[in-house]
C-alpha cells in the first residue's frame, strides 16, 4: 500500500463472544487484500493487551481476544480509532522462489487443462511460472495457499467431479486463481505439478512456510531434481525481498 493512505471504508463487526470481523470490501482483488494485511500489521505493532491472534482472509480480518483482559467494545472502539486515523505503510513481504515439477505423474491435469484453454503444455508452464503471485490467505486446509495474480488466459472453471483427495504440494488452478496445494485433500482444482517445498510440516518451528500478503514466483524442474529435493524432509525453498 502507498505512504500516506487509508481504506476508504470498513465495517466492524461482532462475530462471536472472542472475536470481531473487520471488513475492508466485498470482492476478491489486490488493493483490498493488500489492506486486510497492512492493517493487520498495524494492529501487530500497537501489541494490544488481551489480543490473542489474527486471522487474515481475501477481503477482511478476524481479530481475537480474551474477554477477560479486554472489553468487546473497547477493543472495536481501539481499531475504529486506528482505521480513521493511522496513517500506514505495507510492510513488504517474502517473495518465495518455489520449484514445481510440472506435468507427468506430479501434474496429471496439465496436458487436458492445456487442450480446453486452447493451449500447448509448454505455453501453459510458460504463463504459470511468469507471474509473481500474491497468497491472498492461507485456508481451508492447514497452510493450503490461495494466489492471486494468475493470468487471465489461465483462467479455468474448477472440475465438475472433484477428486476425493490430492496429494501434499499440489500446484493447481481453479477459476481465476491459483494455489499450493500443504496436505493430502479433497480438490475440485486441476493439478498442474506438485512441489518438494512443504508448506505445512510439523517438524519446523513454525510450521506454516507461507503468509497472507507474502509472494510467490515458480520455478520449473526436472523430475530427477524434484525428486531430490523431495526425499529431504526439512528442504526449504528459497526467498528474497525483491519480486
Same mark, same amino acid.
Given at each position: 500500500?502507498?505512504?500516506?493512505?487509508? +481504506?476508504? !471504508? &470498513?465495517v466492524i463487526q461482532? =462475530?462471536?463472544?472472542?472475536?470481531?470481523?473487520?471488513?475492508?470490501?466485498?470482492?476478491?482483488?489486490?488493493?483490498?487484500?493488500?489492506?486486510?494485511?497492512?492493517?493487520?500489521?498495524? *494492529?501487530?505493532?500497537?501489541?494490544?493487551?488481551?489480543?490473542?491472534?489474527?486471522?487474515?482472509?481475501?477481503?477482511?480480518?478476524?481479530?481475537?481476544?480474551?474477554?477477560? $483482559?479486554?472489553?468487546?467494545?473497547? *477493543?472495536?472502539?481501539?481499531?475504529?480509532? @486506528?482505521?480513521?486515523?493511522?496513517?500506514?505503510?505495507?510492510? +513488504?513481504?517474502?517473495? &518465495?522462489?518455489?520449484?514445481?515439477?510440472?506435468?507427468?505423474?506430479? #501434474?496429471?491435469?496439465?496436458? !487436458?487443462? %492445456?487442450?480446453?484453454?486452447? *493451449? !500447448?503444455?509448454?505455453?501453459?508452464?510458460?504463463? /504459470?511460472?511468469?507471474? !509473481?503471485?500474491?497468497?491472498?490467505?492461507?485456508?481451508?486446509?492447514?497452510?493450503?495457499?490461495?494466489?492471486?495474480? @494468475?493470468?487471465?488466459? *489461465? /483462467?479455468?472453471? $474448477?472440475?465438475?467431479? +472433484?477428486?476425493?483427495?490430492?496429494?501434499?504440494?499440489? =500446484?493447481?488452478?481453479?477459476?481465476?486463481?491459483? %494455489? =499450493?496445494g500443504s496436505v493430502?485433500? +479433497?480438490?475440485?482444482? /486441476?493439478?498442474?505439478?506438485?512441489?518438494?517445498?512443504?508448506?505445512?510440516?510439523?517438524?519446523?518451528?513454525?510450521?506454516?512456510?507461507?503468509?497472507? #500478503?507474502?509472494?510467490?514466483?515458480?520455478?520449473?524442474?526436472?523430475?530427477?531434481?524434484?525428486?531430490?529435493?523431495? %526425499?529431504?524432509?526439512?528442504?526449504?525453498?528459497? &526467498?528474497? /525481498?525483491?519480486?
Amino acid at each position: 500500500m502507498d505512504d500516506e493512505k487509508k +481504506p476508504s !471504508t &470498513w465495517v466492524i463487526q461482532a =462475530i462471536a463472544d472472542q472475536a470481531v470481523n473487520v471488513e475492508f470490501g466485498d470482492c476478491i482483488n489486490e488493493a483490498i487484500n493488500q489492506r486486510v494485511t497492512a492493517f493487520m500489521d498495524v *494492529l501487530k505493532q500497537q501489541q494490544i493487551p488481551g489480543v490473542t491472534g489474527y486471522l487474515p482472509t481475501y477481503r477482511s480480518l478476524q481479530v481475537s481476544y480474551d474477554s477477560l $483482559r479486554i472489553r468487546q467494545s473497547h *477493543l472495536i472502539h481501539l481499531i475504529d480509532a @486506528l482505521l480513521s486515523n493511522t496513517r500506514w505503510t505495507a510492510t +513488504p513481504g517474502r517473495c &518465495w522462489i518455489v520449484p514445481v515439477c510440472y506435468g507427468g505423474e506430479q #501434474g496429471i491435469d496439465l496436458e !487436458t487443462s %492445456a487442450t480446453a484453454l486452447g *493451449l !500447448t503444455c509448454d505455453e501453459l508452464v510458460r504463463l /504459470h511460472s511468469a507471474p !509473481t503471485y500474491r497468497i491472498y490467505m492461507i485456508g481451508f486446509v492447514p497452510g493450503f495457499a490461495y494466489l492471486g495474480g @494468475l493470468d487471465e488466459r *489461465l /483462467h479455468l472453471a $474448477r472440475r465438475t467431479s +472433484p477428486r476425493q483427495e490430492v496429494p501434499a504440494g499440489s =500446484i493447481s488452478i481453479g477459476g481465476m486463481q491459483s %494455489a =499450493i496445494g500443504s496436505v493430502a485433500a +479433497p480438490s475440485g482444482w /486441476h493439478l498442474l505439478g506438485k512441489t518438494p517445498a512443504k508448506s505445512f510440516n510439523l517438524r519446523r518451528e513454525q510450521p506454516f512456510l507461507f503468509s497472507a #500478503g507474502e509472494r510467490v514466483r515458480f520455478l520449473p524442474i526436472g523430475v530427477e531434481e524434484y525428486q531430490a529435493l523431495n %526425499a529431504d524432509p526439512d528442504y526449504m525453498p528459497q &526467498w528474497s /525481498h525483491d519480486a
